[in-house]
């Protein structure tokens, strides 16, 4: 409890006092959250669901949100689906689809990357299909870039999921026109 005008008030739900005394109660830590009122030990606040976090002081399980990469279904915390992504952490909103022309092989992924780039050190991304190819919306693999009329090549995917290979201009004296990686 802290002493407020004389009088000693417990600590509100979501924070904690170890030791007696006039010093302010100390909040339950970001990611954990707790109910009860007048707790007495960092032990009290209780660990968010995995892939979720709340703020500190938290004092309900509710304020526990999804991270990046995966959104609240239900009562659960659950990542994101390959083609789609979802770059807020600490929210609920749901996983948003990659753009058309990009596609995403990962669950979990928690950015979308429009330059084709692909900073994998921060994060898992929905990458950009090479020049002179289209995918559909919520592309899931780079197989889905299709080369455009009049180029041919061969798209693949890397270990990490960016795109391989790349799409040519049609030979002198040749022409396609279909979309597809094939002449």
Do not use: W
């Amino acid at each position: 409890s802290v002493v407020t005008s004389g009088t000693c008030v417990a600590c509100v739900a979501g924070k904690y006092k170890v030791a007696r005394g006039d010093a302010d109660c100390l909040e339950c830590p970001i990611g954990t959250f707790s109910t009860v009122a007048a707790r007495t030990r960092p032990s009290d606040c209780q660990d968010c669901p995995a892939n979720s976090a709340a703020p500190a002081a938290s004092d309900d399980p509710a304020d526990c949100m999804a991270d990046a990469g995966y959104t609240k279904t239900g009562g659960a915390f659950v990542a994101c689906a390959p083609g789609t992504y979802k770059s807020v952490s600490t929210s609920n909103v749901g996983c948003a689809d990659c753009a058309a022309n990009h596609f995403n092989t990962k669950h979990a992924s928690g950015s979308q990357n429009t330059d084709g780039l692909g900073n994998l050190s921060t994060s898992i991304f929905c990458f950009a299909c090479p020049l002179n190819s289209q995918s559909p919306a919520k592309s899931t693999t780079p197989s889905a870039c299709m080369c455009d009329r009049g180029y041919v090549g061969n798209i693949t995917g890397s270990s990490a999921g960016a795109a391989l290979g790349g799409c040519d201009k049609c030979a002198a004296g040749k022409f396609k026109d279909q979309q597809g990686t094939q002449s």
